[in-house]
């Protein structure tokens, strides 16, 4: 049954711990506008549903039966012993029974039975998400009576399909049934598997693709040449099957296939795949390379289908196949051991176009969330692309190249308003992992001349800044996701040809590889399976790929940092996941660009003045990162990194870090930029709406009475809601510093979601970077300074 939540949900718990038997599946977020019965003064809807079961259907019915009366006459008596319901029901808007409407919502199955209709296929193939009872004999009474009851329409499980993880408290099969099965969804159908008593879900089985239509490649026209790698891989990338043997990958790839999928390829199909690799090895073909010196871990979780492009296996639950791939690779198993056991940092540029995330957290993203915390692996994800045409308000004479700058601001205004379709797809909204959204940008140099710039617009005239092809929106709790920004291509968008005439322009994006700029440079399977072939591509697949490119040098520049320091300073690789995850966010940020997304979404008509500036980070999170900011220091800028671990024990739940401040600029007016950035891995509880069990916060840094800052460049409250905390501060007072003054930076942590298994001892790793920098102008040097301060403190 349901639990519409009027109160709050701890409320809720409050009034339900009087009732026994109830078995709670999961909390929803979602939000109820307050009604007449539930008004409160502050006008905000309330959050909540829900889920619960109990013992037996006969319980449901008599809470239900109750209710009705209840909701009927607020004051009609119950029975003797029923009282406590009263105190229940006063906190909800409604109890009801658990509905197929409830089952396929926000799952993405209808637009998918679309599909398959489309297609004039008569059997679907779906996933099959149970409750998760915690006996092993009610689940497999849940099982065996789905089963039963898909056989009645001649469907069938798909054998050695059922996955149970306790983990994430998962559940799950696929099936097969007649796509006639699936004509009433509602809660009148005579279907009756689609009423099972334990299913929770119908969802579309892993549906991440990758279309090889139009790729289009070119030789290289001269002889790759890079040092040879060594080493054992810190960086893996889970994707298609890359081809290992391309001149720009040859001896740089692990390749690991345990599961055959080499022989479902064909020549020139390992496209994907090939293209994320290089971009992991080598970043943008077109600039200057600074290829990684080890060589990675890839493992292939796709394969090609056949006639279309590349495909997730469609006979095993997606999240099976993962979880054996992360324990295959840094755990391993009695008979073998882990294959790529110092791995740190996992690349997945895949998404299931399905499930953009709105409310509800997909599997795919809780597995991820569980598997950073228990492996301890940093997963880099793509947001997800959007490819829908774009209506475009400008006066048709204004289409051309370069786009005027009143151009430039009403596309990206009509892109702000798209954003309930641009949601961010499956498993971006993964909280632990770092989420990557596109800036349309590359290195590539053009010629506009070029006919291929007939009838296409390059919508941003200097490289641009948003992407029209990225997605974005909130992560869980309305965490900031995508967290960053990194160049992906640019994408050029042709003028739908319908629209001549009107006061507007259609554009519509043009997909697949290219043999001519712009766009992100990549190594490529030629259409002959050729091993010297490059393209041009465009997506978050690739802004995701040149972040776990800069993941990978980051990691070089840790082990130097170990090498240059002593035994006592020196940093455990178990830190670099989070480490890593600080530095690379600790280069972002919004710059010029802020101002233009500020002004716009002032004039949308639902945003308060108050919210404009967390609003901003729903479409940019914190930015775009300048990878040379996170791997080089300066004289006048210096970069303090601290790893710990805490717990929410009083005792052990905060640190402190004491940066030196440099006495040269004592009493001077000059701009100071401080930038703070935290990062950890939380452990989860699926159940929970709060979802994140550990919350880690930064404090002190905007109280020191040594250095007066400005209020910071992001909203404070969406950069708490995550698991990395980044803050601009900015000021340019003539602050008076002591000798041997410092500024107090506090690492605290609390516990969040609620979860009896998980005791205080639980230590959480967490990555910390403090940047001060001045400008170039000032003749001193901050660094050296700031250096021997430490180096002082250090051996005090």
């Not at 049954?1 to 929803?28: C, N």
């Not at 889920?51 to 004051?75: C, G, H, P, T, Y």
């Not at 009509?414 to 990557?436: C, G, H, Y």
């Not at 501060?729 to 003054?741: M, S, V």
């Amino acid at each position: 049954m349901v639990f519409e939540i009027a109160d709050s949900i701890d409320e809720f718990y409050k009034a339900i711990k009087e009732v026994p038997g109830m078995f709670f599946l999961k909390e929803q977020l979602e939000e109820f506008e307050p009604d007449e019965d539930f008004y409160k003064g502050d006008h905000k809807p309330y959050p909540g549903r829900v889920i619960a079961s109990m013992v037996n259907k006969k319980s449901i019915d008599e809470i239900i039966r109750l209710w009705n009366i209840f909701d009927k006459d607020r004051d009609a008596p119950f029975d003797t012993g029923l009282a406590k319901f009263k105190d229940l029901f006063k906190k909800l808007n409604k109890v009801r029974h658990y509905t197929v409407e409830d089952r396929l919502l926000d799952t993405g199955l209808s637009s998918y039975l679309e599909e398959i209709r489309e297609m004039g296929q008569d059997i679907v193939r779906f996933e099959v998400e149970f409750t998760y009872p915690e006996s092993r004999e009610r689940r497999d009474r849940a099982f065996d009576e789905f089963h039963r009851l898909i056989k009645e329409v001649g469907g069938n499980v798909i054998h050695g399909s059922r996955l149970e993880l306790a983990s994430i408290q998962y559940f799950a099969c696929l099936a097969d049934a007649p796509v006639s099965a699936f004509e009433n969804i509602t809660n009148q159908t005579n279907v009756r598997f689609l009423r099972a008593s334990h299913v929770l879900y119908f969802r579309p089985p892993g549906q991440s693709s990758v279309s090889a239509e139009s790729n289009e490649t070119v030789e290289l026209e001269s002889e790759f040449q890079a040092e040879e790698p060594f080493g054992d891989p810190f960086v893996a990338v889970f994707d298609g099957l890359p081809l290992e043997n391309h001149e720009l990958l040859q001896g740089r790839l692990v390749v690991d296939d345990p599961d055959g999928f080499a022989s479902k390829y064909v020549a020139g199909s390992r496209i994907h795949g090939t293209g994320v690799a290089s971009t992991i090895c080598h970043g943008d073909l077109n600039g200057e390379r600074q290829s990684l010196v080890r060589p990675i871990y890839a493992r292939p979780v796709m394969h090609y289908n056949g006639f279309d492009g590349e495909e997730f296996p469609q006979d095993r639950l997606l999240i099976d196949l993962l979880h054996s791939a992360f324990v295959r690779m840094v755990k391993g198993n009695h008979q073998e051991a882990p294959v790529a056991p110092r791995v740190k940092v996992v690349n997945s540029s895949l998404g299931d176009r399905f499930r953009p995330f709105r409310k509800e957290m997909s599997s795919w993203a809780k597995f991820l969330d569980w598997a950073a915390y228990e492996y301890n692996l940093l997963f880099i994800v793509s947001a997800g692309n959007f490819v829908s045409p774009i209506k475009f308000t400008i006066d048709p004479a204004e289409f051309r190249n370069p786009i005027s700058e009143e151009g430039k601001k009403s596309f990206l205004d009509q892109m702000l308003r798209q954003d309930f379709n641009r949601k961010i797809l499956s498993p971006a909204e993964s909280i632990n992992s770092l989420t990557v959204g596109a800036l349309n940008k590359d290195m590539a140099e053009i010629d506009p001349s070029n006919p291929m710039f007939f009838a296409r617009i390059n919508v941003s005239a200097d490289h641009g800044y948003l992407a029209p092809y990225s997605r974005f929106g909130w992560g869980m709790n309305g965490s900031v996701k995508p967290d960053i920004l990194m160049p992906g291509g640019r994408a050029l968008l042709r003028r739908a040809p319908a629209d001549r005439g009107t006061d507007h322009v259609n554009l519509n994006f043009e997909q697949g590889g290219f043999t001519n700029p712009p766009g992100i440079r990549v190594a490529s399977a030629g259409p002959e399976g050729q091993t010297n072939h490059v393209s041009y591509q465009f997506g978050t697949t690739f802004s995701a790929a040149q972040t776990t490119h800069l993941a990978g040098n980051l990691m070089e520049v840790l082990l130097q940092l170990n090498q240059e320091s002593g035994p006592s300073q020196q940093i455990a690789e178990s830190y670099f996941p989070v480490l890593v995850k600080a530095l690379i966010a600790h280069g972002a940020n919004l710059g010029e660009n802020y101002s233009l997304f500020r002004d716009l979404i002032r004039e949308f008509p639902s945003v308060e003045n108050n919210q404009v500036k967390a609003r901003t980070a729903a479409y940019t999170g914190y930015g775009e990162v300048n990878a040379p900011r996170v791997l080089y220091c300066t004289a006048h800028r210096v970069t303090l990194i601290g790893i710990g671990e805490l717990t929410w024990h009083e005792q052990e739940s905060a640190h402190i870090f004491k940066f030196p401040l440099p006495t040269s600029i004592s009493s001077q007016v000059v701009q100071k930029t401080l930038v703070t950035t935290l990062a950890w891995f939380s452990p989860c509880n699926v159940w929970s709406n709060k979802y994140r069990i550990a919350h880690l916060y930064l404090s002190n840094f905007r109280n020191n009475e040594d250095l007066t800052l400005e209020d910071g460049m992001y909203d404070f409250r969406k950069t708490s809601r995550g698991t990395l905390q980044h803050q601009v501060y900015e000021g340019n007072r003539a602050d008076a510093f002591i000798e041997g003054g410092f500024l107090i930076v506090k690492v605290n942590c609390r516990k969040d979601a609620s979860d009896s298994e998980l005791k205080f001892w639980k230590r959480i790793k967490y990555g910390l970077a403090v940047t001060l920098e001045i400008p170039d102008t000032v003749e001193v040097d901050i660094y050296e300074e700031i250096r021997e301060a430490i180096r002082t403190q250090v051996r005090a």
